[in-house]
């Protein structure tokens, strides 16, 4: 491997060496977020992927810095946590036999890399570390279920996978894939090299130019000075995700562009607006800023870190929000259907032949933002952490004044998009605005990924083509085309699974997340209602969708009782991770003393739990029961 055509290394090749991850090495970290984006990246390349259709080539994984050591085994001094996670999915696709990777003095995880090689089954090797419950490995013991069960965008419409769920000749494609076609660049170091300071030096490295970087000059390379500055401006605040764009464009904002109070959208005042040494030239004159009293554009440091600072998240990065956008502009403005795909690896990096007017499109861009901004739910709150509290906040920027040194300035605040604060009609619109942020945080916490939204993408469309003249949308015809989507993905699940004789209420660990979310919103619509036919809605109390990722069987699968439906839904709920992980094997009365945080099913699984001081086959037909009594009522409960 020290040879220097021997850089580029299949994973076949790869794993032909042994690696040890020293001491100074932390121990594997990784969640959902890097393991998922793994999978995701070698689906999408892969044959069965959306990237790989037709010939596949190569695809470099990233690289993997080594130090030799003597007895000839390799320290991983850079990749360890990506090797890793590799190491495990390659375990799981049957690539490896045995353990290509050791720990340096950490037995707990030398343990559990002999049992992922040694235990007879994957379950049964799942299910002894979540009883071990060894903080230690805590995230190795987490990463089997991902491995396992994370669902895979397959790039087609509405459509997700897991490795589980594939077919042997679908696995035995992605295999073929990992093995001679993935590759890894590894960079051996010297026998002599200081590995601290190598360290030092790759902590302080420069960021690489990012794709959207290259296609904002190619799009800026015909503009004129006073265009391209414009462009560049609008450009730079689309992708600042995490803050309003009336915040980010505060001299724009101040020439009209977001209206007299910061909450519509005048495109017109890109074509107008004049820039003069990369400042805007000042429409107003001496008398006008006396007779209003009001002073723009003199906030100090302190007033624009003020103004910028947000503890709201976007539920996209830019470089996949450009991908939704170019889609957009392509699909409604040139008619180019599916002219772009919803993932930002795919992002070209050459001038698009759909984008004719560089102009026309930092427009759109901005309206598409300005909606985002507007209809799109945010999150407050660590969304990694998924024990914590976190919210959801639909807003929409309102003028706020403010005095300072005896002068009046204006700063954008936010106030819930479907609140006018004087209507009589007040609760009903905030019943609709709760309403959205339920319906749109429970297809966030499914399709978590920023790739392959094509539920955002849908809503978007729709919006753009609605607003054409103005950007407000009613509340009530927002809901309606969101709850239509999502009861569209509902139907072709239901139709999917049929089609493969599977029955999807009786999927256990295989069951849609969705799905379980969908059912939770359900019974929060029937608990809204005055008189529900629904057993136990009145039940249902206020709830916040969290990123739970694990399908837990409440009467546990080690639980012998061949009578029992164990995979029913009846039987099933969603929980995180590390929570699934902590109860394993509980029983159903010990589980159910948890009571604060519960999404609706799992409430309800819960209380009966403690009323009848069991959970059993009667119980859990009777909830199954009731799932299909609830699913009955759809078009009862939803606006379609």
Avoid at 37 to 63: A, F, M, R, T, V
Avoid at 267 to 289: A, C, H, W
Avoid at 467 to 473: A, L, S, V, Y
Wanted: glycine share 4%; aromatic share 10%.
């Amino acid at each position: 491997m020290s040879k220097v055509e021997q850089l580029n290394r299949t994973i076949e090749e790869v794993w032909r060496e042994r690696y040890v991850v020293p001491l100074y090495q932390r121990n594997f970290a990784w969640t959902e977020d890097q393991i998922g984006q793994l999978l995701q990246d070698l689906y999408d390349h892969s044959p069965n992927g959306y990237l790989g259709k037709g010939e596949c080539d190569n695809y470099y994984l990233g690289s993997l810095v080594l130090l030799q050591r003597r007895d000839g085994i390799w320290e991983v001094i850079d990749g360890q946590q990506r090797l890793t996670a590799l190491h495990i999915i390659c375990r799981y696709l049957g690539i490896l036999s045995s353990p290509r990777i050791t720990y340096d003095s950490r037995p707990s995880v030398e343990r559990f890399l002999d049992g992922l090689f040694n235990s007879l089954s994957w379950d049964t090797f799942k299910s002894e570390c979540q009883r071990r419950i060894d903080g230690k490995i805590a995230r190795l013991t987490e990463s089997l279920d991902i491995v396992e069960s994370y669902e895979i965008q397959t790039g087609e419409i509405k459509s997700s996978i897991t490795l589980k769920g594939m077919s042997d000749g679908e696995k035995a494609l992605l295999s073929e894939y990992i093995r001679n076609k993935v590759i890894l660049v590894c960079t051996p170091l010297p026998e002599d090299t200081d590995v601290a300071a190598y360290f030092e030096i790759m902590n302080n490295r420069g960021e690489q130019l990012q794709a959207h970087e290259v296609i904002k000059a190619l799009l800026m390379s015909d503009l004129g000075t006073s265009q391209r500055y414009i462009f560049s401006t609008v450009w730079d605040a689309c992708s600042q995700m995490d803050i309003p764009i009336q915040k980010t464009l505060s001299k724009l904002r101040n020439k009209g562009l977001f209206g007299e109070q910061f909450d519509g959208l005048n495109l017109e005042i890109i074509d107008n607006v004049d820039f003069v040494g990369s400042s805007i030239k000042n429409e107003y004159t001496i008398d006008r800023i006396l007779d209003s009293g009001f002073t723009y554009d003199n906030h100090d440091a302190e007033d624009m870190k003020e103004e910028t600072d947000t503890d709201l998240k976007s539920i996209i990065d830019f470089p996949n929000f450009l991908m939704h956008a170019m889609r957009l502009y392509a699909e409604a403005e040139k008619k180019m259907v599916n002219a772009v795909p919803l993932n930002a690896d795919k992002m070209p990096v050459t001038k698009s032949e759909f984008i004719s007017d560089s102009m026309d499109f930092i427009k759109a861009l901005l309206r598409i933002r300005v909606l985002f901004d507007r209809y799109v739910v945010k999150i407050q709150g660590d969304a990694d952490d998924e024990e914590n509290d976190l919210k959801w906040r639909l807003q929409r920027p309102s003028k706020y004044e403010y005095n300072k040194n005896g002068n009046t300035y204006f700063r954008v605040g936010l106030v819930n998009t479907f609140s006018n604060g004087t209507s009589t009609d007040n609760d009903e619109r905030e019943d609709i605005n709760n309403r959205i942020v339920k319906l749109e945080s429970m297809l966030q916490v499914t399709f978590k990924t920023p790739k392959y939204k094509e539920w955002l993408y849908s809503v978007l469309m729709w919006m753009y083509k609605e607003t054409k003249d103005n950007i407000n949308i009613e509340h009530d015809s927002l809901l309606r085309v969101i709850e239509q989507w999502s009861l569209n993905y509902y139907e072709m699940l239901q139709k999917k699974w049929d089609s493969e004789s599977r029955p999807l209420l009786a999927a256990g660990t295989d069951t849609p997340r969705f799905l379980l979310n969908f059912i939770d919103y359900l019974y929060w619509l029937a608990s809204k209602q005055e008189k529900s036919i629904v057993r136990f809605a009145n039940k249902i109390s206020d709830f916040q969708f969290r990123y739970y990722n694990s399908v837990e069987h409440h009467l546990p699968q080690s639980y012998k009782n061949t009578d029992v439906d164990m995979d029913s839904i009846g039987n099933l709920c969603l929980i995180s991770r590390h929570k699934n992980s902590s109860l394993n094997d509980k029983g159903p009365e010990e589980k159910a003393k948890i009571e604060e945080g519960l999404q609706p099913k799992r409430l309800i699984m819960y209380r009966i739990t403690r009323a009848k001081q069991h959970w059993g086959k009667v119980e859990i037909e009777e909830h199954q029961k009731d799932i299909e009594d609830l699913l009955d009522q759809i078009y009862n409960l939803l606006s379609v």
